[in-house]
């Protein structure tokens, strides 16, 4: 048998032009969103392209230097910058198209991959030719999958799916091969590009180290232990269990890697993991019954699971996995595809519906996982529909279903693209599906804010409070001294005692974010603004937060008050704030260059020396704009010292 063409010239074209086809709708589905608007996080990820395209950073650090992950993602970020050199532009078209065309090579990898699967498994030929466009055509065409391709920065989690994919076909060929014969190249093939493909997933994003997990599953749903290759124990010794017990052992070893990411969370380890059970089949559902308020970017009013009947769903959804898993262990024999799709997406979760302390819920998360569901299904009800002894009925049937639903996924998938055309449209199709959201409502509220819109803004900032948690109520503060400063209205009195009361407790992401905002405002224009008192209360808030000074929410939110303090022309009484700021997070270059500026503005050259001293550290490198920084503090530090000396 051919293992990857078809049986015949007429099958082969037939399916082609089916396959051609399939991508054709998708392009067309997706055209209307492409030149939609960049959504939460899209300009902060794409901060170093945009500093590469002004000439003030080098292409090196634009890659490497990404911070939304431990690896940097620079995989994920030559791919913006390459957009970007090729068009020369940072509109949201530049990226979307690419992630277009991400989606459709996903697409390709998984019909390879579903083809491979039901191979090992011994369908029949004719379930070979039609079930993996199925697959395709179903997983492209899923609604879900809209809101990871039309949000640029998701682009990593789909560059990861890519080559986690990639890394399970090259095994899946790998293990062929190796059934037949043992040679050099098929060893080279498992040992050589199965692990590099995954490293390039990695590389795209963390969950990429999934990869090599994913084909232990494989090999161990889809084939017996009778006439296992050699090759295939040492290879996931050395690639899945050894680095798996060095990450349980340095866990161990140092149980703060993953409780103190819980520290800037509304929710604790258990919790967590009580919750996660219950959103993966929300995952599900959202996946294969895609409607209303379920589809969407904004679920950050997920309800938490603290204990087994709180609420009564945890335990629930629990049983129902723990009896999944276990129909997939007894039938793995019977039914190896759905066994394979069962383990490839609970494996595919572990990381980022896992222990990490995430936030709980992003339907990106579902994005590859959602390839294995798919298959899962499939291969539970084949047997039922198209089983030897059904009739044809049964067979037209399961066709004509698979083509029904993959058709409705089509249609909502064009009238979700359609709806995330422009910004208004979009935010009030996401509006429609979550108003409870307090991060879709801070959206709102930012909106009101920049078009000057008072009224509209207080209200959305009321609305977000209203369905935060209490450790946000601080944040609402800012936002409507925010307001207030865009309007160039003078905030009332009672605001600055509303601040008063809540600033304790630690400081939020959302918060630490809010006062960088707020202090760039200030900087700008804030008419009647306190700012001395407003200071006040940021610092008060720093130090009763509990929080070490070393922590990011800690040093750059007093940074930040430092600013606004600076604003007031209390520069002596913002040096003292902004020093610590920079010895609390270790030299940061940012913080030092405001330093330089308030020393040199106090005449204090000593102090001025100091800091350019660790500036020049960073000078040369990649930060053009720091370089050019560092050499006009250095040029300037003489006429520092001789006006010091007047």
């Given at each position: 048998?051919?293992?990857?063409?078809?049986?015949?010239?007429?099958?082969?074209?037939?399916?082609?032009?089916?396959?051609?086809?399939?991508?054709?709708?998708?392009?067309?589905?997706?055209?209307?969103?492409?030149?939609?608007?960049?959504?939460?996080?899209?300009?902060?990820?794409?901060?170093?392209?945009?500093?590469?395209?002004?000439?003030?950073?080098?292409?090196?650090?634009?890659?490497?230097?990404?911070?939304?992950?431990?690896?940097?993602?620079?995989?994920?970020?030559?791919?913006?910058?390459l957009d970007v050199r090729r068009t020369g532009s940072l509109d949201?078209?530049?990226?979307?198209?690419?992630?277009?065309?991400?989606?459709?090579?996903?697409?390709?990898?998984?019909?390879?991959?579903?083809?491979?699967?039901?191979?090992?498994?011994?369908?029949?030929?004719?379930?070979?030719?039609?079930?993996?466009?199925?697959?395709?055509?179903?997983?492209?065409?899923?609604?879900?999958?809209?809101?990871?391709?039309?949000?640029?920065?998701?682009?990593?989690?789909?560059?990861?799916?890519?080559?986690?994919?990639?890394?399970?076909?090259?095994?899946?060929?790998?293990?062929?091969?190796?059934?037949?014969?043992?040679?050099?190249?098929?060893?080279?093939?498992?040992?050589?590009?199965?692990?590099?493909?995954?490293?390039?997933?990695?590389?795209?994003k963390e969950n990429g180290a999934l990869a090599l997990p994913l084909?232990?599953?494989?090999?161990?749903?889809?084939?017996?232990?009778?006439?296992?290759?050699?090759?295939?124990?040492?290879?996931?010794?050395?690639?899945?269990?050894?680095?798996?017990?060095?990450?349980?052992?340095?866990?161990?070893?140092?149980?703060?890697?993953?409780?103190?990411?819980?520290?800037?969370?509304?929710?604790?380890?258990?919790?967590?993991?009580?919750?996660?059970?219950?959103?993966?089949?929300?995952?599900?559902?959202?996946?294969?019954?895609?409607?209303?308020?379920?589809?969407?970017?904004?679920?950050?009013?997920?309800?938490?699971?603290?204990?087994?009947?709180?609420?009564?769903?945890?335990?629930?959804?629990?049983?129902?996995?723990?009896?999944?898993?276990?129909?997939?262990?007894?039938?793995?024999?019977?039914?190896?595809?759905?066994?394979?799709?069962?383990?490839?997406?609970?494996?595919?979760?572990?990381?980022?519906?896992?222990?990490?302390?995430?936030?709980?819920?992003?339907?990106?998360?579902?994005?590859?996982?959602?390839?294995?569901?798919?298959?899962?299904?499939?291969?539970?009800?084949?047997?039922?529909?198209?089983?030897?002894?059904?009739?044809?009925?049964?067979?037209?049937?399961?066709?004509?279903?698979?083509?029904?639903?993959?058709?409705?996924?089509?249609?909502?998938?064009?009238?979700?693209?359609?709806?995330?055309?422009?910004?208004?449209?979009?935010?009030?199709?996401?509006?429609?599906?979550?108003?409870?959201?307090?991060?879709?409502?801070?959206?709102?509220?930012?909106?009101?804010?920049?078009?000057?819109?008072?009224?509209?803004?207080?209200?959305?900032?009321?609305?977000?409070?209203?369905?935060?948690?209490?450790?946000?109520?601080?944040?609402?503060?800012?936002?409507?001294?925010?307001?207030?400063?865009?309007?160039?209205?003078?905030?009332?009195?009672?605001?600055?005692?509303?601040?008063?009361?809540?600033?304790?407790?630690?400081?939020?992401?959302?918060?630490?974010?809010?006062?960088?905002?707020?202090?760039?405002?200030?900087?700008?224009?804030?008419?009647?603004?306190?700012?001395?008192?407003?200071?006040?209360?940021?610092?008060?808030?720093?130090?009763?937060?509990?929080?070490?000074?070393?922590?990011?929410?800690?040093?750059?939110?007093?940074?930040?008050?430092?600013?606004?303090?600076?604003?007031?022309?209390?520069?002596?009484?913002?040096?003292?704030?902004?020093?610590?700021?920079?010895?609390?997070?270790?030299?940061?270059?940012?913080?030092?260059?405001?330093?330089?500026?308030?020393?040199?503005?106090?005449?204090?050259?000593?102090?001025?020396?100091?800091?350019?001293?660790?500036?020049?550290?960073?000078?040369?490198?990649?930060?053009?704009?720091?370089?050019?920084?560092?050499?006009?503090?250095?040029?300037?530090?003489?006429?520092?010292?001789?006006?010091?000396?007047?």
């Amino acid at each position: 048998m051919n293992n990857i063409g078809l049986t015949s010239p007429i099958q082969r074209h037939g399916s082609t032009l089916v396959m051609l086809a399939i991508l054709l709708i998708t392009i067309v589905v997706y055209l209307p969103g492409l030149h939609g608007p960049f959504l939460l996080d899209d300009i902060g990820n794409l901060e170093p392209i945009t500093r590469w395209m002004a000439g003030d950073l080098g292409w090196m650090s634009a890659v490497l230097d990404n911070r939304s992950g431990p690896t940097g993602r620079p995989i994920s970020m030559l791919s913006f910058l390459l957009d970007v050199r090729r068009t020369g532009s940072l509109d949201p078209f530049t990226f979307k198209p690419t992630n277009l065309a991400i989606h459709l090579v996903c697409g390709l990898a998984a019909c390879v991959l579903t083809r491979q699967v039901l191979q090992a498994a011994q369908w029949p030929e004719s379930a070979l030719r039609w079930v993996p466009l199925a697959v395709m055509a179903i997983w492209l065409w899923m609604p879900v999958q809209l809101s990871t391709v039309l949000y640029i920065v998701q682009r990593m989690a789909q560059l990861s799916a890519l080559w986690m994919l990639a890394t399970l076909v090259i095994y899946l060929e790998a293990r062929r091969r190796l059934a037949i014969r043992v040679s050099i190249g098929r060893l080279a093939l498992l040992w050589l590009a199965v692990p590099m493909a995954a490293l390039l997933a990695v590389f795209s994003k963390e969950n990429g180290a999934l990869a090599l997990p994913l084909a232990a599953v494989a090999e161990y749903t889809l084939f017996s232990q009778t006439n296992r290759p050699r090759a295939v124990l040492p290879f996931f010794a050395a690639t899945v269990l050894l680095p798996g017990l060095l990450v349980l052992g340095y866990i161990a070893y140092n149980p703060h890697f993953l409780s103190g990411g819980y520290a800037s969370r509304d929710f604790t380890l258990s919790e967590r993991l009580l919750t996660e059970p219950r959103i993966l089949w929300d995952y599900l559902q959202t996946a294969f019954l895609p409607t209303g308020e379920r589809l969407g970017i904004y679920h950050d009013n997920v309800k938490v699971s603290t204990g087994l009947f709180t609420p009564w769903t945890t335990i629930v959804a629990i049983g129902a996995w723990l009896a999944v898993i276990a129909s997939a262990i007894v039938f793995r024999r019977k039914a190896p595809v759905f066994t394979f799709g069962v383990f490839g997406f609970l494996v595919a979760h572990l990381m980022e519906s896992g222990p990490v302390a995430l936030e709980l819920y992003f339907e990106h998360r579902n994005y590859l996982p959602s390839t294995f569901a798919i298959i899962a299904v499939i291969g539970a009800i084949y047997p039922l529909l198209f089983g030897t002894s059904r009739t044809i009925y049964f067979h037209r049937t399961g066709i004509a279903l698979m083509v029904s639903v993959a058709l409705v996924y089509a249609m909502g998938t064009l009238n979700q693209a359609l709806a995330w055309s422009t910004e208004r449209s979009f935010l009030a199709l996401q509006y429609s599906y979550n108003p409870d959201s307090p991060r879709l409502l801070s959206v709102l509220a930012a909106s009101a804010i920049q078009a000057g819109d008072l009224p509209t803004a207080l209200h959305f900032i009321d609305e977000g409070e209203r369905y935060s948690e209490d450790s946000e109520r601080g944040t609402s503060t800012l936002w409507r001294f925010m307001a207030y400063c865009e309007s160039q209205t003078k905030p009332p009195e009672s605001l600055y005692g509303e601040l008063e009361s809540r600033n304790h407790g630690r400081i939020t992401n959302y918060g630490m974010t809010a006062w960088d905002l707020l202090s760039a405002k200030v900087e700008h224009s804030c008419q009647g603004l306190d700012a001395p008192r407003l200071a006040r209360d940021g610092l008060a808030w720093v130090d009763r937060s509990g929080l070490p000074p070393t922590q990011q929410q800690s040093w750059r939110t007093r940074y930040n008050i430092g600013r606004i303090v600076a604003f007031s022309g209390d520069l002596r009484g913002a040096e003292v704030i902004v020093h610590k700021a920079w010895l609390d997070s270790d030299r940061n270059n940012g913080i030092g260059v405001l330093l330089f500026q308030l020393n040199a503005s106090l005449g204090d050259v000593d102090a001025c020396s100091i800091v350019l001293k660790s500036l020049e550290r960073s000078e040369g490198g990649d930060d053009y704009a720091l370089t050019r920084v560092i050499r006009s503090f250095r040029s300037a530090l003489p006429s520092i010292e001789a006006e010091h000396r007047h």
